[in-house]
């Protein structure tokens, strides 16, 4: 089962069922999912402790609160602590850039046809359910960036999810994770995160029209 301070067999209900309709894209997750390893790989051989999944997760962090220059800011993040990025591959930079460009036409689409960029589904279990933490991590990350000196009056939804993510952030591998019911746990709870990261994206938008209106 999955352990942390959400406790175990975790499942939510209620607040994002409005978004939270299978995606209809061209584009689907296992093939998004696919590039997860090389991404993976190319962030660790250029000397990085951050994983694909926390990286995708700052970066949609920062897209949902429409953050400007997102993708300039979450590129210096990824690298700050690097003493010189000319040391970084072209080809790295290529595959961020991508990932950059797919996952903001993802958070705007009219479908909610977003996915999390996660292992793929034939990776060991237990590899899945830490890049999920992970994920959460960065995207509080991001939100955090993009906030910091702005007051935003968000919604109760909003902030419900916001402290479930604070939650999921600490999930990690208990016993048994060959379980059918972990797997399920972890199909359900990745399926949460990220129909929570399109309500927090969602009340991004509304406030901002209501904003422009006044």
């Keep these: 089962m999955l352990d942390g ?35 993976d790989e190319a962030l660790k051989n250029t000397g990085l402790e951050i994983g694909g999944a926390e990286a995708h997760g700052t970066l949609c962090g920062l897209l949902a609160a429409d953050c400007k220059e997102a993708e300039h800011h979450w590129i210096r993040h990824l690298f700050s602590d690097l003493g ?3 040391s970084v591959k072209q080809e790295t930079l290529g595959l961020l850039s991508r990932l950059h460009g797919e996952t903001a036409t993802q958070l ?17 279990l237990a590899n899945r359910i830490e890049a999920l933490a992970g994920w959460c991590q960065g995207f509080l990350y991001g939100l955090g960036v993009s906030l910091a000196g702005v007051a935003m009056d968000f919604s109760s939804d909003v ?40 309500l927090v994206r969602e009340d991004f938008r509304s406030v901002n029209a209501s904003t422009r209106l006044h």
């Design 84 to 86: 010189d990025r000319k």
């Design 5 to 39: 301070r959400t406790g175990r067999g975790l499942s939510y209900n209620g607040t994002l069922s409005n978004l939270g309709q299978a995606p209809g894209s061209s584009v689907n997750e296992s093939e998004f999912q696919s590039s997860y390893a090389k991404l």
């Design 159 to 198: 902030r419900e999810v916001v402290s479930d993510l604070n939650r999921i952030a600490t999930v990690h591998c208990g016993v048994g994770l060959d379980d059918e019911a972990t797997a399920l746990d972890f199909e359900e709870l990745s399926e949460y995160v990220r129909v929570a990261a399109l």
């Design 108 to 124: 705007n689409d009219p479908e909610y046809a977003f996915y999390l960029f996660l292992p793929p589904a034939d990776r060991n």
